[in-house]
């Protein structure tokens, strides 16, 4: 059975959540007025945590995010069912019909990883603003700038520590038919058109060096072939993004989403059968990113999931809170 609070899955015996440990009523539910150890929610600290016994009671407000700036241009980011706290991060801005996004996933083998996340999207959306005020400034060039404060604002967290925050990190910004992605890590871009598509990211990871490349498919196969050979973060390799330009021709959809996501439909032709599965007649973009984040979380959701979505062309017509 699944806790209603945390919605991390138990044995059907259990009388506490393994997640939260709140207790758990008959029928799989938790307990909505009572904390665990007996004490009324009221108890209950601004950061969700019991004022009785110090257990969380409350998911925290990051744990699933949503935001929607247009009907054409949303994203959710979401903890999944496996992991105690969502590590992922995401922003979206929009200025004189341009448009960026950017897709953090904190590295969960370092230490506050959602800090790392939160520290990298919060310094890019400045960066972001700075340069929408400045339109004859070049995607490229900004882009570059956005990558470089966030980094900076990473590194400045392992200065502190004796271990450094890291996190991936991916954006890009839509400008006059012109798409400009930059990336360090393995959270990816998409451009998809109905049930085609691209890739426009390749990983940062072993299986994309040298000797990767070179190694057998048994290698390939490994969990090993995965591991990050960039990041962002004070102890990072090489913090140089790759950044990419291409013309947009035509309609289609930019999908920027954490490994959360991909690791359950890595092939592209998946990737954007599943969009466009998912673009049903009168889904918005966040629909949309809901529904992508829904089918991690059927998968079994073992990571945080993060999908941003962009349309284009985009209708301005309406706008939506998030």
């Given at each position: ?309 962009l349309r284009h062309p985009v209708s301005e017509n ?5």
């Amino acid at each position: 059975m699944q806790c209603r609070l945390c919605e991390t899955p138990n044995p059907d015996d259990n009388l506490f959540c393994e997640g939260c440990g709140t207790r758990i009523a008959a029928g799989g539910t938790a307990s909505s007025d009572l904390c665990a150890c007996g004490a009324a929610l009221s108890e209950m600290d601004a950061e969700g945590f019991c004022g009785s016994c110090g257990r969380r009671v409350k998911p925290p407000d990051s744990d699933h995010i949503e935001l929607s700036l247009l009907p054409d241009f949303a994203g959710v980011s979401d903890r999944g069912l496996r992991h105690h706290r969502n590590e992922d991060r995401f922003v979206l801005a929009t200025a004189h019909n341009a448009y960026a996004l950017v897709v953090c996933d904190g590295v969960s083998m370092s230490p506050d990883a959602d800090e790392a996340a939160t520290a990298a999207v919060q310094s890019a959306l400045e960066a972001i603003n700075e340069g929408f005020s400045q339109p004859e400034t070049a995607e490229i060039d900004l882009l570059r700038s956005v990558i470089r404060k966030a980094t900076q604002a990473v590194a400045e967290l392992g200065k502190r520590r004796t271990e450094a925050p890291a996190t991936t990190l991916v954006a890009a910004i839509v400008k006059n038919n012109r798409l400009t992605v930059g990336w360090i890590g393995d959270s990816r871009a998409y451009w998809l058109t109905g049930i085609d598509g691209t890739q426009i990211t390749r990983d940062h990871s072993w299986q994309n060096s040298p000797a990767g490349r070179e190694a057998n498919s048994e290698a390939q196969k490994t969990a090993d072939a995965h591991a990050l050979t960039r990041w962002v973060g004070a102890d990072s390799p090489d913090l140089e993004p790759e950044i990419v330009q291409q013309p947009i021709n035509g309609a289609g959809q930019l999908l920027l989403c954490s490994d959360g996501l991909w690791n359950y439909t890595d092939d592209t032709k998946e990737m954007a059968a599943l969009v466009a599965s998912a673009n049903a007649p009168g889904a918005d973009a966040l629909a949309v990113c809901r529904t992508l984040v829904e089918f991690a979380r059927t998968k079994g959701g073992h990571d945080n999931i993060t999908a941003a979505i962009l349309r284009h062309p985009v209708s301005e017509n309406q706008s939506h809170g998030g």
